[in-house]
């Protein structure tokens, strides 16, 4: 009879993927673009004794608080609509294109593209309150309500004084119950940021969201946010004489950023630089994540394959312009704010943390030394973790990584054993070796 040499050979199970041990963490600081005013930094100055005008020259240098003349503004409320309905509790008015006037009796009008919108009236039509304000579909707005037919679908505009427009956004851009000084800076970000976007010779000059600033009507109004519309009537900041255009943001997470740190095709302003904010961290987002994400995760969200790395370029203010996706046939490159986007980021000042463990490349006998290789970047107190036969996971050793993060170690598994990298952070992904018989 012969008899079988039987040895135990310790092999990667099932070819396990060259990304199955790596776990990417990526963390940062923020919410928002971060240019210009942060708003969270402008409660924190506030509650520390800054009056408006000081919190404004901080985050827009060189400009100056200056009155200007008043006008009114047009906000696009509603586009692609098939119908729409304007009512009126007291009896209001309508004006054509060509100047007739018709008044009519409170009650509601429903007005759809496919037909005529009111029966011997030329588009587009405005319709005028009389003692009460105007309602569209329910919701109340000061000013008119003008009526443009797009093709087969209906465009409408509220048309209104500027700072009746205010007392629509203020409050739906900060927290009415603020201190009043920042309530007081708000508004008048929000009036000179209104007057350098206008856009004459357009149907109209903003929109209701988050495209322009977010606009509620009526429904949004609060006492407070009034008051500090009030205190600051007229008034916007300045620079060379001409409006500023004071973008804001909720958080910096310590530091604003300049305009070209952002958007590098604009056009650059010295008012709209980086600067510190201090006060910022009050806001639960002045930090956020981590968030653990494995190469799978990633690679469906960029488009790739066979991820390896994600290294990040950075502005002097710590925002990211653009990522570089390390795949195993080369490099997809993307720009920070669709990275931002794509991963459903706080912000663009965010940073990449890597835990990789290699699988081995080469078998081993069982009970012999097992060479594991990977890199760490960016996490500290690292450890290596194992996992016998689905049980608890227990540390092996701390890892020490050379200059460039590589390290290797040595381990010398007797039975099916799971290995893993772990930080008191995260735990990143598992590479499993099981012994496997050899003639």
């Avoid at 039509?125 to 037919?149: C, I, S």
């Avoid at 495209?211 to 009507?217: D, I």
């Avoid at 996490?379 to 050793?397: A, D, I, M």
Wanted: charged share 20%; aromatic share 8%.
């Amino acid at each position: 009879m012969r008899r079988l040499l039987i040895s135990l050979a310790v092999a990667l199970a099932c070819a396990t993927p060259a990304s199955a041990g790596t776990v990417f963490v990526i963390d940062g600081r923020g919410w928002g673009h971060g240019v210009g005013m942060s708003q969270y930094g402008a409660r924190g100055y506030a509650e520390a004794g800054w009056g408006h005008a000081r919190i404004l020259a901080h985050y827009y240098r060189g400009t100056k608080l200056r009155l200007v003349p008043t006008r009114p503004v047009r906000v696009l409320l509603v586009e692609g609509r098939p119908a729409v309905q304007i009512s009126s509790t007291k009896p209001f008015r309508v004006v054509d294109a060509t100047g007739r006037v018709r008044k009519l009796k409170p009650g509601a009008r429903t007005l759809a593209a496919s037909g005529l919108l009111l029966r011997g009236l030329r588009a587009p039509l405005r319709f005028e309150a009389g003692v009460v304000p105007l309602q569209l579909d329910g919701a109340g707005y000061r000013g008119a309500l003008v009526v443009h037919r797009q093709g087969g679908s209906l465009l409408v505009v509220n048309d209104l004084p500027l700072d009746r427009y205010l007392r629509g956004v203020v409050p739906w851009e900060m927290p009415d119950d603020w201190h009043p000084a920042a309530l007081r800076a708000q508004a008048v970000v929000a009036r000179s940021y209104a007057l350098a976007t206008l856009k004459p010779g357009k149907l109209f000059d903003l929109y209701a969201d988050t495209r322009s600033q977010v606009y509620g009507g009526i429904r949004a109004e609060e006492d407070s946010t009034n008051r500090a519309i009030g205190a600051t009537a007229g008034r916007a900041l300045l620079w060379q004489n001409r409006v500023a255009t004071t973008f804001y943001h909720s958080t910096s997470g310590g530091r604003t950023a300049s305009v070209a740190d952002v958007w590098p095709k604009a056009r650059v302003v010295p008012y709209l630089v980086s600067v510190p904010d201090p006060y910022d961290n009050i806001s639960k987002h002045h930090r956020w994540g981590p968030f653990r994400m494995t190469p799978a995760e990633v690679e469906t969200l960029t488009g790739t394959r066979d991820v390896r790395d994600l290294l990040v370029e950075r502005t002097a203010s710590g925002r990211v312009t653009e990522v570089t996706v390390k795949v195993g046939d080369g490099l997809k490159r993307i720009e920070g704010q669709d990275f931002r986007r794509s991963f459903n980021l706080r912000s663009t000042w965010f940073s990449v943390r890597v835990l990789n463990l290699d699988p081995p490349l080469l078998s081993a006998l069982a009970s012999r030394q097992l060479r594991l290789t990977g890199f760490v970047r960016g996490l500290t107190k690292v450890r290596l973790e194992q996992q016998v036969n689905g049980g608890t996971w227990t540390t092996v050793k701390r890892i020490r990584t050379r200059v460039d993060g590589r390290f290797a170690v040595a381990v010398a598994p007797l039975r099916t054993t799971s290995y893993r990298l772990a930080s008191p952070q995260v735990a990143g992904g598992a590479v499993t070796v099981r012994p496997r018989k050899k003639l």
